[in-house]
T-cell receptor
Framework: GENVEQHPSTLSVQEGDSAVIKCTYS??????FPWYKQELGKGPQLIID?????GEKKDQRIAVTLNKTAKHFSLHITETQPEDSAVYFC??????????????FGSGTQLTVLP | ETGVTQTPRHLVMGMTNKKSLKCEQH?????MYWYKQSAKKPLELMFV???????ENNSVPSRFSPECPNSSHLFLHLHTLQPEDSALYLC????????????FGEGSRLTVL
């Protein structure tokens, strides 16, 4: 089955700096890669996703890149703000449908943005 | 109310107790899910329902018993749990079983003594 590795497990950055979280996956057939943000005391919330037919996707300060050959994808947050502090989860889904029941999650990254 | 609502938010129970977790979604979605979230571990999918029919049961012990009476409500019945079952239990929904975008509730924090 699919295995998703996520690094780092914790990340601290100064406000205004960029943050990068990386994930690798094992199943080359995976084709849907969402990122979730979980704030303290809340459930995870989808912030951005990418499908395997594109290499990069941006939404304001957030971007995701995908390297299918290397089987890794990354979350980039620019101009970080204190409200970006949260746990971020990557996930990979297989096969073509991108069904939620096929999602395999990474173990999470605790991002802390220091004022 | 909107979104996915879970009750109770916190639950403490003994190993011989019977309790239930409740989830309600107001999004008109057709698929609902139970996930287990333990510290420093990936989210673990437990059960999946599509239009009230269970379509997935990921080798979950029988001390966890799901129930989906309609497409808006999902329960997780708990009995004779173990301390290692202590975790955050998250309910989620999606528009249909084929959609990867999940909408999560805030979770029920369970402590088994």
């Amino acid at each position: 089955g699919e295995n998703v590795e996520q690094h780092p497990s914790t990340l601290s950055v100064q406000e205004g700096d960029s943050a990068v979280i990386k994930c690798t996956y094992s199943d080359s057939a995976s084709n849907y890669f969402p990122w979730y943000k979980q704030e303290l005391g809340k459930g995870p919330q989808l912030i951005i996703d990418i499908r395997s037919n594109v290499g990069e996707k941006k939404d304001q300060r957030i971007a995701v890149t995908l390297n299918k050959t290397a089987k890794h994808f990354s979350l980039h947050i620019t101009e970080t703000q204190p409200e970006d502090s949260a746990v971020y989860f990557c996930a990979a889904s297989h096969p073509d449908s991108g069904s939620a029941r096929q999602l395999t999650f990474g173990s999470g990254t605790q991002l802390t943005v220091l004022p | 109310e909107t979104g996915v609502t879970q009750t109770p938010r916190h639950l403490v129970m003994g190993m011989t107790n019977k309790k239930s977790l409740k989830c309600e979604q107001h999004l008109g979605h057709n698929a609902m899910y139970w996930y287990k979230q333990s510290a420093k571990k990936p989210l673990e999918l437990m059960f999946v329902y599509s239009l009230e029919e269970r379509v997935e049961n990921n080798s979950v012990p029988s001390r966890f018993s799901p129930e989906c009476p309609n497409s808006s409500h999902l329960f997780l019945h708990l009995h004779t749990l173990q301390p290692e079952d202590s975790a955050l239990y998250l309910c989620a929904s999606s528009p249909h079983i084929k959609t990867g975008e999940l909408f999560f509730g805030e979770g029920s924090r369970l402590t088994v003594l």
